[in-house]
């Protein structure tokens, strides 16, 4: 137990996190559960408002007060529990222990200070360097991400979106935290642009040995970075697994759904099946499974209770009532289909 | 010169906007065309020209030299007037859902705009019958009718964009990264409706996007587009089985495919997109290329017809 303690580096458990606003409360989390092991390059996938960032912003103990309420719930990082933690605790723990490469790389940095200045910034505060000393390691951290040094004192307006990103994640690795939380880096790249980024985060991870949580909405780079995945709906995660259990066994009709709903590459003339519906409004959200209405299988059950995560494999967990008396698989994934009849 | 089946013809399209530092050749001597009835995708990295392309070909924006023959008519210098009505045939769908629609009048009222300039509806019971009709087609709920914009998301604010689009019975519209902006499953039912939609009205389109897998989807040809230039263009099928150019080949292995069988090794180009403004005479794709020759820095390779109706732009190709 105590070795198994060991090998996790963040646990959550049943997290649940409001936004209480004037007219309404924004449910964004509703019993999140995510484990990461040391080392491994975890996926978090959902579409808008699935609360893949509140659940990132949570680890990082961001959740913005007084709207922001956690009603429930721990996450344990390396041993600490990071949501009892106050002000001054949680800065020393943010950086040294957890760091996060945020979205946009156009609005994440300061515009009137030089890269530099920003890389060793992290650097003086978290780990105590003077300026100088900062200086020369944010220099150093640059050539690392494939910028060269002369361009520290460049200002981020002088650099692309790629290279801004770049500097980002020189950022988010320059105290070489344990957990580095990825928040959609690649989406507002272009494709060249973003396998070039990907091929960094690969090698940056092998060398400084950091453990990845990647948020995205891409399930192709998924299959390209990831062990394990966790797929969430309305502020849950409704099925986890290895890349192989998502993406050969898919269980969750939602699930199901996203892969139907892909172009495929190879098969250009399989029709897309789209989910029908459109997503849950996280204010009002329906009694018993939350997606129930969008799903094609449903069972009086669903529309009364959440289903509890059935284990179909020791690492495939799914949130289904499909698989409550049952381990077989009724879903239709259309490629599975498709390959059954030799298409 | 052109037959009954091409709508569209564009040849030697160029559009320069002049910039502080030179000109921008966002579009530069663009030469296509499209047979009635197909969807032409138009694939590219931001900046390579795709949107000004498609903005030029509708005279939204009005091109620096060559022409634009659409029905066997040079459109490429007719009067504002005459542009008016042939608007009506020509459509655009647009990129961003949220930005697009008036946030002032409720949906039924956006719809009716157009169909008011279309002047084929004598009164408001007739056009509201429409309205509805186009709403149906387009997948939206009647009791939208009178919600505003920001009563919608963005898949369904989509849906009235192209409602707007199919309200003046176009024949050909430009579809300007129409599904960028939405969620998968989301994606999934719009790209199901604007097929739904090409069938039942013979529209033709030209589909412009970043998105790979998407345009393989769509298209039934598609034209790579680097630095305003068209490098390859080849049939959906041929570009995807035989890309030929180097950059079309990168685009390619640079998609993450939502697979874990068949992973393919990556060709990872080196660099990013060069500046538009004043490009040398030489081949635009040169600096980032793994090929590059003396050849390719000295003189810009012509679009070159293989045979087949794929055409490429590399000085390789053909030796």
């Known amino acids: ?343 | 010169m052109t037959d009954h089946n091409t709508i569209l013809q564009v040849r030697n399209l160029k559009k320069y906007f002049k910039v502080g530092a030179g000109l921008l050749h966002a579009v530069d001597d663009v030469s296509f065309s499209i047979e009635r009835g197909t969807t032409l995708g138009i694939v590219g990295e931001s900046g390579c020209g795709k949107s000004t392309l498609g903005r030029t070909i509708l005279r939204l924006v009005e091109p620096t030299s060559g022409d634009i023959i659409f029905e066997g008519k040079n459109i490429t210098h007719v009067n504002r007037r005459a542009m008016k009505q042939l608007r009506k045939e020509m459509q655009l769908i647009f990129q961003d859902p949220f930005s697009s629609l008036n946030p002032r009048i409720s949906i039924s009222c956006a719809i009716d705009e157009a169909l008011v300039l279309t002047g084929r509806y004598k009164d408001a019971d007739e056009r509201f019958a429409k309205i509805l009709d186009l709403m149906g087609s387009v997948g939206l709920d009647e009791r939208l009718a009178n919600a505003y914009p920001h009563e919608l998301d963005g898949g369904c604010r989509q849906r009235v964009g192209i409602a707007r689009a199919l309200a003046m019975e176009p024949k050909f519209i430009v579809c300007d990264e129409p599904v960028s902006a939405l969620d998968v499953s989301i994606q999934a039912q719009i790209l199901n409706i604007l097929r739904q939609l090409k069938k039942d009205h013979n529209l033709t389109y030209i589909f412009i996007t970043h998105d790979l897998s998407v345009v393989n989807y769509i298209s039934d040809a598609i034209a790579v587009m680097y630095l305003g230039r068209v490098i390859e263009m080849a049939k959906t099928e041929e570009l995807f089985a035989n890309p030929l150019h180097p950059y079309t080949n990168a685009l390619l292995s640079a998609l993450p495919i939502p697979s874990i069988h068949n992973r393919k090794e990556r060709i990872l180009i080196r660099g990013e997109i060069t500046s538009p403004i004043n490009p040398k005479p030489c081949c635009r794709f040169a600096q980032r290329c793994d090929y590059c020759t003396q050849e390719c820095l000295e003189k810009e390779p012509p679009l070159v017809d293989l045979g087949n109706g794929h055409m490429v732009a590399c000085n390789r190709v053909g030796k």
């Open chain 1, 1 to 343: 137990m105590k070795n198994h303690d060991q090998e996790l580096l963040l646990n959550i458990e049943n997290l649940h996190i409001h936004f209480v606003l004037k007219k309404e409360t924004v449910k964004a989390l509703n019993g999140v559960d995510i484990k990461v092991a040391r080392g491994k390059t975890i996926g978090l996938v959902g579409e808008t408002g699935a609360g893949k960032t509140t659940t990132a912003l949570a680890i990082m103990n961001m959740i913005q007060k007084p709207q922001g309420r956690i009603i429930d719930g721990k996450i344990t990082l390396d041993g600490i529990d990071i949501l009892s933690k106050n002000r001054m605790e949680i800065e020393s723990i943010r950086g040294n222990l957890v760091s996060m490469i945020f979205q946009d790389p156009m609005s994440s940095l300061n515009p009137v200070l030089n890269v530099g200045e920003q890389i060793a910034e992290g650097l003086v505060l978290h780990k105590h360097m003077d300026r100088k000393e900062a200086l020369v390691e944010a220099g150093e951290l640059l050539e690392k991400i494939g910028i060269p040094r002369s361009r520290a004192c460049d200002y981020p307006h002088q650099f692309s979106g790629g290279m801004r990103q770049r500097v980002l994640i020189a950022m988010g690795l320059a105290c070489n935290p344990k957990l580095l939380i990825a928040d959609e880096p690649t989406t507002a790249l272009d494709v060249t642009i973003q396998a070039q980024v990907l091929q960094l985060m690969r090698e940056l991870k092998a060398n400084f040995n950091t453990t990845i949580f990647m948020i995205t909405h891409d399930f192709g780079i998924v299959a390209e970075m990831c062990d394990e995945v966790y797929v969430m709906y309305a502020g849950t995660v409704i099925e986890r697994g290895t890349l192989t259990d998502i993406f050969d066994h898919t269980r969750h009709p939602y699930t199901e759904g996203l892969f139907n709903s892909l172009p495929d590459i190879e098969h250009r003339n399989r029709e897309l099946i789209p989910i029908h519906g459109r997503t849950v409004d996280p204010t009002n959200l329906p009694a018993g499974c939350p997606f129930w209405p969008r799903c094609n299988y449903i069972c009086d059950k669903c529309r009364q209770d959440m289903p509890p995560e059935i284990l179909v494999s020791d690492t495939h967990g799914v949130k289904c009532w499909l698989y409550e008396n049952t381990s077989e698989n009724p879903l239709m994934r259309r490629d599975y289909v498709a390959e059954e009849n030799n298409d």
